[in-house]
């Protein structure tokens, strides 16, 4: 917004050929001193005043307004622009100062996807828990929903970074108490596991596209690609593993064949989702 500030200043074109020939003027407008590179482009010159003064000091003014400060070299006056509400800085402890153009929808958005990832992490975290018993003794699956419920919080944590970034308040949700059984009479319970892991992913996406057409409702590209860039790949990605695993299971059927799938889990790299 400075840049545009910037951009819309012009010069009074009865001061400016004088102050263009005169060397001490120059020595204002070479483009290390100042942003005078960027006013060179401008195509018209009216709003802002240059005025050769006594003592070959100038004076710079945004305003056409008549000048009203004693004039002993360059000075600046505010741009009429960043008198404007939204070019404030707040004095208020509790106001972000950082925060523009980031809409209270677009806050609780990142809220709300806040909480789906903590309870989804949460429940991942049940479900290591139930493979790492005694009596069921699948370390491959128990490390798999370990480094998952961890990844989940991870997109939490990314998205509370964010939401400071923007300037946005942080509002931790309650978090559901998530199931401590997961044995299936049917299907067993590593083919039930993962069955519903994937309709996790597939919940979890679906309010990422959610989070993203907020960010679209709301003019706010930067967010939009933020969502794209850190979760929206990586969740197609997870889906399409999780539903291999469950292809794999059904394929499996109980007993054995599940050892074997628990060990591969076990000696696959990280496959946290
Ligand atoms: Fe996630
Ligand atoms: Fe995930």
Same mark, same amino acid.
């Given at each position: 917004m400075f840049l545009e500030a910037i951009s819309a200043i012009s010069l009074q074109g009865s001061n400016l050929g004088p102050l263009l020939n005169s060397a001490s003027a120059n020595a204002f407008l070479t483009p290390s001193s100042c942003n005078w590179g960027l006013l060179s482009r401008s195509s018209s010159f009216s709003n802002l005043a240059l005025s050769r003064k006594r003592n070959n000091g100038f004076a710079v003014y !945004? /305003?056409? *307004? !008549?000048p009203s400060v004693p004039l002993t070299g360059v000075v600046f006056q505010p741009f #009429? #622009? %960043? *008198? $404007?509400d939204d070019f404030i800085v707040p004095i208020?402890? &509790? %106001? /972000?100062? !950082? $925060? &523009?153009?980031? /809409?209270e929808e677009c806050e609780a958005a990142i809220n709300e996807q806040i909480s789906v990832e903590y309870n989804v992490s949460y429940l991942y975290h049940s479900l290591y828990a139930y493979f790492d018993r005694d009596n069921v003794a699948m370390k491959g699956l128990a490390k798999f929903f370990k480094d998952s419920s961890e990844e989940e919080r991870d997109h939490a944590q990314k998205l509370m970074k964010y939401q400071n970034k923007r300037g946005g308040r942080v509002k931790l949700h309650t978090i559901l108490s998530p199931p401590a059984e997961f044995e299936?009479? #049917? *299907?067993?319970?590593a083919l039930y596991a993962m069955e519903l892991t994937l309709s996790l992913e597939k919940l979890t996406n679906e309010k990422l596209l959610n989070l993203h057409s907020v960010a679209d409702r709301n003019n706010d590209p930067q967010m939009a690609e933020f969502i794209e860039n850190e979760f929206l790949q990586e969740q197609v990605e997870d889906i399409k593993e999780v539903a291999e695993y469950v292809t794999q299971l059904r394929m499996v059927g109980k007993g054995h064949g599940v050892w074997h799938f628990d060990k591969m889990l076990l000696h696959e790299g990280d496959g946290a989702l």
């Open positions: !945004a /305003s056409s *307004k !008549a #009429e #622009e %960043v *008198k $404007r208020v402890p &509790q %106001v /972000s100062l !950082a $925060r &523009q153009r980031f /809409s299936h009479i #049917e *299907k067993g319970d």
